[in-house]
C-alpha cells in the first residue's frame, strides 16, 4: 500500500434524486463540528442546498464544496445534484475527486441516475463507496440495494455492516471487520459501541466468513493469509477492503438512516479507511505528481459570481499558491493575481494563507479564467485535460421585456455560461432572436429564474425546443465536385470525387481516404475532411445538424499552380452539402429512457398517457401497490409532464429521465 497524504480526502456525494445525499452531507458537517445544528432539507435550513431555488424546489442543482476535520484529516466534500438535467456539475466535480460516497435508497436500490452518475465515476476512475441510506423506511432491505449494485451497475459489493432491527425498528449496524455492534438512541448523537446481540451472532459470524471469502478470491494477499490460517485478521481484510477500493474491483457497502443520524460516523471512518488521499491516485493527464514542492498546477472546475465578487473553484494538483502569487491560465494565454484564497462552506468561506497539493479551494482575482482552464506557474507552463461538456438538447428563446434591458440581459447571459459551461447562448440568424439552450426543461427553467432572481430582469420566454439532428440512411458514391474560381492573381482549384455512406450506431462522422498515387496529397485531404466537417453543421432538411455520416475521398486532381489548402476545403464543403441534398436523409429527435412511479391504481393512465406522448414503455413492475414504469419519449413530448403527471395521480407520481441519444422523427 503506498504512502498516504496525511490529512485529505477529497470525495463526492454521489446519488439519484432523493436518495438522501444532501442529508448525508449534512449530517457529515453535524458530526464533524463544522456546523452546530443538523439541516434538514424539508425545513429549508441545509448548508449545502443554499440557493433560494433550492430550497424552493428541495433538490440540489448546483454543487456545492465544503470542508470538514474527522480523525485527524480534512475531508474536502461536494454535494452534487442528483437530476439529470443537471449532471454537468457531476461530470465537473468527479474530473477534480479523489474518491465519492454512492448514496442509494434502501428501498428503491439503483435507480436510473444512480446508474448514470456511477458510469461517470467510471469513467474517471474515481474509487467508491457505497452508503444504503433510509434503513428505518417501510420495506427497507440492505440485502436487495446490494444485489442491485450487483446486477445494475456490474460492481462486486462488499457489505461489511449488518443492520440491527428493521424499518421503524432499525438502531444500529453490526462492524462484521471490527465484530462489535454500534447502536444509536433515540435522539442520540452518537453510538455505543457494544458486543454484537446474542440473536445475531450466527448470522453476522456467517457475513464474516462469506467476506473473507470474498475477498480473498480478489486479492492475492489475503488469498495467501485465508490458506495459511483459514480466516482473515483484522488488519488484513482493512487492508484489503482499501486495495481492492482504490483499483476499483470492489466498492464497500455499509448502511445507515442519515436523517435519524444511524450509520454516519462508522461511514466517515470509511472514508479515512478506505477512500485514497491525493498521493493514492495516479498522476493526473498531463504527468503532475501531488508533490507540494513541484511547481504550482491546478485545474478550474467551477466559476460562481458572488456579491462579493468573482470565485474561481481549484484543485490544486501540485505544488503550493499563496495570496498575491502570480499564475498563468494557459488556456487564454494569460496571466492572472491571486488575491485571496478561500476555504469553501458552501456560501461561507473562510480566508487562508496558502493552498496545497490536493486541496480544493477557491480563488479571488482572476478575471477571465473559465471553468476547465489550467492555472500553472508562469515560467512551468503545462494544460491539464478539462471536464468534458455535455451537447445541449433543449433550447428556448428569451428576450428583455423592456427594451432598456437588453444589454443587461446580454451581460447576464454571458456571465450564466461563464458559471455552467453546459448552457449556451447563440443568436438565431433567421429570427435574430437571443436562443438559450441547455440540458433540459428544468434546467432552462432554473436558468431563467436565476436571471429573474438573482438580476432583477424580466425577461419573457419562448415555448422550449428540442435540438433535432439529421442523418444519412441511404447515401450516394461517386459525387464529383470541381472547385475552379479565377479573379485575376492566383487562382483556385480542387477536384474530388466522395462516397457517403449511414455509418454504425453510436458512430457521428468518419472520414476516410483510398486516394492513390499521390493524385491529393496528404495536407489536401485534411482540408477536404476539414471541409466536409464544415458541412455538417446545416443538413439539407431544415438546416440542422449532421450526424451518422461516413464520407471517404475516393479520387481527385490536383493543378500545379492554383490548388491550395484553401481551394480543398472549400471543395469538400460544397462536395459533401450536394451530396447530402441527393442522399436520402432522416430527422432525428433526442429521446429520454422515463422511469414514472406511481400508485398501482393510476397505473393504466399512466400508460394511455405515456402512448399519447409517442412513448414506447419496456418494463413495467408493481411492488407493494407501487407501479414503476420504463419508457423511452421523445423528448419534445416530455414539455409539461409533470404537472401532467401530478394531475393524474392526485401529486402522488414522479419520475425521472435520462438522455437516450436520438431516433428518428415522425415525418410532418
Not at 452508503?131 to 446490494?146: C, M, S, T
Not at 392526485?650 to 415522425?666: D, E, L, N, S, V
Amino acid at each position: 500500500m503506498r504512502t498516504t497524504t496525511l490529512g485529505i480526502r477529497n470525495l463526492g456525494i454521489l446519488a439519484h434524486v432523493d436518495a438522501g445525499k444532501t442529508t448525508v452531507t449534512e449530517r457529515i458537517l453535524f458530526l464533524t463540528g463544522a456546523t452546530h445544528k443538523r439541516g434538514e432539507v424539508h425545513d429549508g435550513t441545509t448548508v449545502t442546498d443554499f440557493d433560494p431555488q433550492e430550497r424552493d424546489r428541495g433538490i440540489t442543482i448546483f454543487a456545492a464544496a465544503v470542508s470538514c476535520d474527522w480523525a485527524g484529516h480534512r475531508i474536502n466534500l461536494i454535494d452534487t445534484p442528483g437530476h439529470v438535467d443537471f449532471s454537468d456539475e457531476v461530470e465537473r466535480s468527479l474530473r477534480v475527486l479523489d474518491g465519492a460516497v454512492a448514496v442509494f435508497d434502501a428501498v428503491a436500490g439503483v435507480e436510473p441516475q444512480s446508474e448514470t452518475v456511477w458510469r461517470q465515476a467510471d469513467r474517471h476512475g474515481v474509487p467508491r463507496l457505497a452508503f444504503v441510506n433510509k434503513l428505518d423506511r417501510a420495506g427497507a432491505e440492505l440485502d436487495g440495494a446490494v444485489e442491485s449494485i450487483r446486477t445494475r451497475l456490474g460492481a462486486v459489493p462488499l457489505a461489511v455492516q449488518l443492520p440491527i432491527g428493521r424499518e421503524d425498528a432499525f438502531t444500529g449496524v453490526v462492524d462484521l471487520v471490527r465484530m462489535r455492534a454500534y447502536v444509536w438512541a433515540d435522539g442520540a448523537d452518537t453510538y455505543t459501541d457494544e458486543p454484537v446481540p446474542d440473536d445475531l451472532r450466527d448470522e453476522a459470524r456467517h457475513r464474516r466468513r462469506h467476506l473473507e471469502e470474498t475477498v480473498a478470491e480478489l486479492h492475492p494477499g489475503a488469498l495467501e493469509e485465508f490458506c495459511e490460517r483459514g480466516a482473515l485478521t483484522e488488519e488484513t481484510l482493512t487492508g484489503s477492503l482499501r486495495d481492492l477500493t482504490l483499483s476499483g474491483e470492489a466498492v464497500v457497502v455499509l448502511c445507515g438512516s442519515a436523517y435519524r443520524n444511524r450509520g454516519v460516523e462508522p461511514l466517515l471512518d470509511a472514508v479515512v479507511a478506505y477512500l485514497p488521499a491525493p498521493s493514492d491516485m495516479p498522476p493526473v493527464r498531463g504527468e503532475v505528481p501531488a508533490d507540494p514542492e513541484a511547481p504550482f498546477t491546478a485545474l478550474a472546475f467551477k466559476v460562481s459570481a458572488t456579491a462579493t465578487g468573482r470565485m474561481t473553484y481549484l484543485r490544486v494538483y501540485a505544488g503550493t499558491i499563496g495570496k498575491g502569487d502570480t499564475v498563468l491560465d494557459t488556456t487564454a494565454g494569460r496571466t492572472e493575481r491571486i488575491a485571496r484564497i478561500l476555504r469553501v462552506q458552501a456560501d461561507r468561506a473562510t480566508e487562508v494563507d496558502a493552498a496545497r497539493a490536493g486541496d480544493i479551494v477557491a480563488v479571488v482575482g482572476p478575471k477571465t479564467v473559465r471553468a476547465g482552464a489550467t492555472l500553472c506557474a508562469p515560467d512551468a507552463p503545462i494544460v491539464l485535460e478539462p471536464p468534458s461538456t455535455a451537447d445541449p438538447v433543449v433550447s428556448v428563446a428569451v428576450e428583455a421585456r423592456r427594451g432598456t434591458d437588453t444589454g443587461r440581459l446580454a451581460t447576464a447571459l454571458a456571465r450564466m455560461t461563464e458559471e455552467d459551461p453546459s448552457l449556451v447562448v447563440r443568436s438565431d440568424p433567421e429570427t435574430g432572436q437571443t436562443v438559450l439552450s441547455g440540458l433540459g426543461e428544468l434546467h432552462l427553467e432554473v436558468a431563467v429564474e436565476k436571471l429573474r432572481r438573482d438580476r432583477g430582469l424580466e425577461v419573457t420566454v419562448g415555448r422550449p425546443q428540442v435540438a433535432y439532428r439529421e442523418a444519412v440512411t441511404k447515401g450516394v458514391t461517386g459525387l464529383l465536385y470541381r472547385h475552379v474560381k479565377q479573379d485575376g492573381g492566383a487562382g483556385q482549384f480542387a477536384h474530388v470525387v466522395i462516397d457517403v455512406q449511414p455509418v454504425q450506431e453510436g458512430e457521428e462522422f468518419v472520414f476516410t481516404s483510398t486516394v492513390t498515387g499521390g493524385r491529393v496529397p496528404q495536407e489536401y485531404v485534411r482540408a477536404v475532411e476539414a471541409g466536409c466537417r464544415d458541412a455538417l453543421v446545416e443538413g439539407p432538411l431544415g438546416g440542422h445538424p449532421v450526424t451518422g455520416v461516413r464520407v471517404t475521398l475516393t479520387d481527385g486532381a490536383t493543378h500545379p499552380k492554383d490548388s491550395s489548402e484553401m481551394a480543398f476545403r472549400t471543395a469538400g464543403r460544397f462536395a459533401l452539402r450536394e451530396a447530402l441534398r441527393a442522399s436520402v436523409m432522416a430527422l432525428l429527435e433526442p429521446v429520454a429512457d422515463v422511469t414514472v412511479t406511481v400508485p398501482a391504481d393510476s397505473v393504466g393512465s399512466v400508460l394511455g398517457d405515456l402512448a399519447a406522448r409517442r412513448g414506447r414503455v419496456t418494463d413495467s413492475t408493481t411492488r407493494s401497490g407501487t407501479a414503476v414504469v420504463t419508457a423511452t419519449v421523445p423528448l419534445a413530448e416530455l414539455f409539461g409532464y409533470a404537472s401532467r403527471l401530478r394531475g393524474r395521480t392526485q401529486g402522488r407520481g414522479t419520475f425521472t429521465t435520462r438522455p437516450a441519444g436520438y431516433a428518428p422523427a415522425p415525418t410532418p
